[in-house]
């Protein structure tokens, strides 16, 4: 399978550490922004409230998948013997996508040495069968040499 269809590889890469830090920038913008709108008159809380608590809402939701994605990786720096502070996910998807290029690699290695055998196997047999044929027609159809 080609490189493209790897999700963890190429620019594609997403550090999850910057992604946290600016889901919780934007949830304080937001909790900010909730406070101003409390203090605002009624009209604008009426435009806004509902997008408002939507927003909030999806932060929220942002911040409890970040928790369980941390808690994951804490049970994987458990389970891969990791320091839990020092495990880095981009470095650990990196490492897995070099495994994943070299195992695809070797398994295409291995199947072209086994062609290589099949037709080393099969010229071998040609070969075989070409002498046969050759001895069989400088000595003869039984196959034994003609004495003079």
Known sequence: ????????????????????????????????????????????????????????NASKDLQKEFATIEKKKEELADYLCEDRKKLSLEDLFSTMTTFRELFLKA???????????????????????????RLKGEYGKSGTLNKN
Do not use: W
């Not at 398994?107 to 044929?133: H, M």
């Open 107 to 133: 398994l295409q290695e291995n199947q072209e040495r086994k062609e290589q055998v099949v037709k080393s196997e099969k010229r071998k047999k040609q070969l075989k069968g070409e002498d046969a044929k």
């Open 1 to 56: 399978m080609p490189s493209m269809y790897c999700p963890l590889c190429g620019p594609f890469r997403i550090h999850f550490d910057v992604m946290r830090t600016e889901a919780s920038a934007n949830l304080k913008k937001l909790l900010e922004i909730e406070k101003r709108l409390f203090l605002s008159t009624d009209d604008l809380k009426t435009q806004h409230a509902k997008s408002l608590q939507g927003s909030l």
